[in-house]
């Protein structure tokens, strides 16, 4: 069976605990071979080998507690439940505050009758007021049997409610009662600062997904008799129809340029700030926007096969992957929440039974064994919230393959994306990676009207070679020839304006006329002609020659050009200490020609390889124990790309090869590479500060409060600052690159 892959949102999800039980019924339904869920846009994302559907997904996360949503909740959607968070938020405040200052009030030795009363009225209002979402959430995990944040939560604001009750009953014990509101309050306060932040995060995606969608202008008639222009959604536009795009609307789909011309905006796509001219028979990609000019096109693609949404299938499988080092997260957080209340029970026993020997740890005035056990125990149970755990990594990758997207880098996997920054050599096949790919002219000694009779006669030649000069003199007038011949493995002669014209392989003792004898006479002064006066080639390039009524009126050299960005890359990639190695299947000579050309040494070229031998060099490099990178086509190459450490798929155009490679780069070409392992780094390097904060905050704050050394009510602000910390952190990727 056909692997199939689902994205899909989860309802109801706080913290990593419950991120963990969601991905724990997941990999139960048979079939499922991967799972990953994330905490921070709520999603859930499987693949599973064709056995299992929607349904069978569906009810394994709500076996865990959850609602599974198939259509993520929109943007109003979204918007509306902020604003309803908003509301519950200010109620609980309205109530927590003036307890908060009664509190103080009391503290400070001023006694206030009823207060003990006020304080119980106002922690069950709260709790089942605007904090009754923390009780249902709680209640679901407790009945699914597991535990979150909310199940702490809920035991920390129980529990000090509890004291006001136990005093107002008259026994030898504190109230805490005001905290009650007050720890749902700031738990709600924080819970919904850090969601806010999780939406700034993701941005970017959201940014790409809006360019979906909408309406499109369809033609319809064939001109003679007139045209109907009629508006119809996306949706329903098919392959081959014909679409009508007016300055500043976006191209609704993917498609070729029939007729116009115009400026379009590729930002969202390419990450260009300027925009990109575009005539006939130039592609366009769904979603870019015309700031310019009337564009008629053709549809090319549609639905699930358009750029943009494969582009967006890929950044949210990116999203999901399951990077190396969150493993050791997984598992802490996995257990953090049982653990730390059976630690919170364990401590709070031994304060009330080992209290005179543990007072004078305290170092404040005496409270009583009671008051001090529940005053650890509502501490332990509010400060230790596994969710900077659980957001360290999701977070990062959600920031950073987000902006990778709008640069026009999607990184798939997640030992790629942890890998990529530390590659030690990249190994670079040639032909369609280092070069174009096609042949095309790099010079030539033609006059102008030579050069448009060639390009004439070449228009209707089959050889491989004719298209290139063709497209080299696509600006000129061409004529139509007459009297047409073309002889294979020879050439093609005609008569153009009534001259006759060859144009073919070189003949060295060909005639030449007198002005491209001159032309000649100066190039063997540069020694730039070879034997028989030919202009001199290198390896790996071609060389034609046009005649004119038998004599040579020039020549044209043709090669596979090197791409404009191949130097600098490499260049690039040598500052980061980074090994760029060619590897090719062609001749010696013009593999050695090339590698001149973009700066790769001589010794790092090996050349007249077969697939399997390019299996065996990256093999030799890992044997080495080198970290081995590979930019390859995706064919000839497919066994060492996937031998690779990291493999890198450049797609040009919207003709993307999706599956080619850990890292696609959909646009930018070779560039992007060097961007690529800028970006893994900067995403490891934040996980892993995510991460270290994340351990360090927990190993203070829990002894911290077990000793009964941090108030509840900094240990609630304490803990929704280190959540919102790694959020903040992981957003200044932004500025990082």
């Not at 000129?476 to 144009?503: C, F, H, K, Q, W």
């Not at 996980?687 to 050394?709: D, E, G, H």
């Amino acid at each position: 069976m056909e692997s199939e892959h689902f994205s899909f949102a989860v309802g109801g999800m706080t913290c990593a605990s419950c991120v963990r039980f969601v991905e724990k019924e997941l990999v139960k339904v048979p079939g499922v071979d991967y799972v990953s869920v994330n905490l921070t846009d709520g999603k859930a994302y499987a693949v599973t080998d064709g056995r299992s559907e929607w349904t069978n997904l569906a009810a394994a996360v709500k076996k865990a507690g959850y609602e599974p949503l198939e259509e993520v909740p929109g943007e109003d959607e979204v918007e509306r439940d902020f604003r309803i968070a908003g509301r519950r938020i200010l109620v609980a405040w309205g109530v927590a505050i003036p307890a908060m200052v009664l509190m103080v009030i009391q503290m400070s030795g001023v006694h206030l009758p009823g207060l003990t009363l006020l304080e119980a009225i106002a922690g069950i209002g709260v709790l089942l007021g605007p904090g009754r979402m923390i009780l249902k959430g709680a209640w679901i995990a407790l009945t699914h049997r597991h535990a979150n944040m909310d199940v702490l939560v809920s035991l920390g604001t129980a529990a000090a409610w509890v004291t006001a009750i136990l005093a107002l009953a008259g026994l030898p014990i504190r109230s805490f009662g005001a905290l009650a509101p007050m720890l749902p309050a700031f738990h709600l306060t924080g819970r919904y600062i850090e969601a806010r932040l999780r939406r700034r995060a993701g941005a970017d995606l959201r940014a790409l997904m809006s360019m979906d969608g909408g309406s499109a202008r369809v033609l319809q008639g064939d001109g003679k008799d007139g045209r109907t222009v009629r508006e119809i959604p996306v949706e329903v536009v098919k392959m081959g129809m014909r679409l009508q795009v007016r300055t500043g609307e976006r191209i609704p789909l993917d498609g070729r340029i029939l007729s116009g011309s115009g400026a379009v905006g590729e930002a969202m796509v390419t990450g260009e700030p300027l925009p990109a001219a575009r005539t006939v028979g130039d592609e366009v990609i769904g979603g870019t926007v015309l700031e310019n000019g009337v564009l008629e096109i053709e549809v090319t693609r549609t639905g699930e096969d358009a750029f943009l949404a494969r582009m967006l299938t890929l950044v949210e499988q990116a999203q999901g992957v399951q990077v190396p080092l969150q493993a050791l997260a997984d598992r802490i957080a996995g257990v953090f929440v049982p653990v730390v209340f059976g630690l919170s029970m364990a401590v709070f026993a031994a304060w009330v039974v080992f209290y005179p020997a543990m007072q004078p740890m305290l170092g404040r005035a005496d409270s009583g064994p009671w008051t001090t056990a529940v005053f650890a125990m509502v501490s332990m149970l509010v400060v230790a919230c596994p969710c900077a755990l659980g957001l360290a990594t999701p977070m990062a990758l959600s920031v950073g393959s987000g902006l990778g997207a709008r640069r026009g880098l999607l990184i798939k996997g997640g030992e790629a994306m942890q890998v990529a920054g530390s590659l030690d050599v990249i190994l670079f096949d040639k032909t369609g990676t280092l070069t174009e790919g096609h042949p095309a002219v790099t010079s030539s000694t033609l006059e102008a009207h030579d050069a448009a009779a060639a390009a004439a006669l070449e228009g209707l030649s089959v050889h491989p070679l004719a298209r290139a000069v063709v497209e080299w003199a696509a600006d000129a007038a061409t004529p139509m020839p007459e009297d047409v011949n073309e002889t294979a493995g020879e050439g093609i002669e005609g008569r153009v304006n009534g001259v006759l014209y060859s144009v073919g392989r070189p003949t060295a003792d060909a005639a030449v006329d007198n002005a491209a004898g001159d032309r000649a006479a100066g190039k063997r002064a540069a020694g730039e002609l070879g034997a028989g006066g030919l202009p001199t080639v290198t390896p790996g390039e071609t060389l034609i020659e046009v005649c004119r009524e038998g004599r040579v009126a020039g020549h044209i050299t043709l090669a596979d050009p090197v791409k404009k960005e191949a130097a600098s890359a490499v260049s690039a990639l040598k500052k980061r200490g980074v090994r760029p190695v060619m590897i090719t299947g062609d001749a010696p000579g013009t593999a050695h020609a090339v590698a001149a050309l973009v700066g790769i040494p001589a010794d790092d070229v090996r050349s007249n390889l077969r697939p399997e031998d390019k299996l065996r060099i990256v093999q030799e490099f890992q044997q080495n124990g080198l970290r081995v990178g590979m930019s390859g086509d995706g064919i000839n190459d497919a066994a060492a790309l996937k031998a690779a450490d990291v493999g890198f798929a450049l797609a040009e155009g919207t003709d993307l090869s999706m599956e080619a490679g850990d890292i696609v780069i959909t646009r930018g070409g070779l560039g992007r590479i060097v961007e690529a392992l800028t970006l893994s780094s900067l995403i490891v390097k934040t996980i892993k500060s995510n991460l270290f904060w994340a351990f360090v905050y927990n190993i203070i704050a829990l002894p911290a409060a077990a000793l009964a050394l941090v108030h509840p009510l900094i240990a609630e602000v304490a803990m929704s600052l280190s959540s919102i910390g790694v959020v903040l952190n992981s957003i200044t990727i932004r500025k990082r690159i």
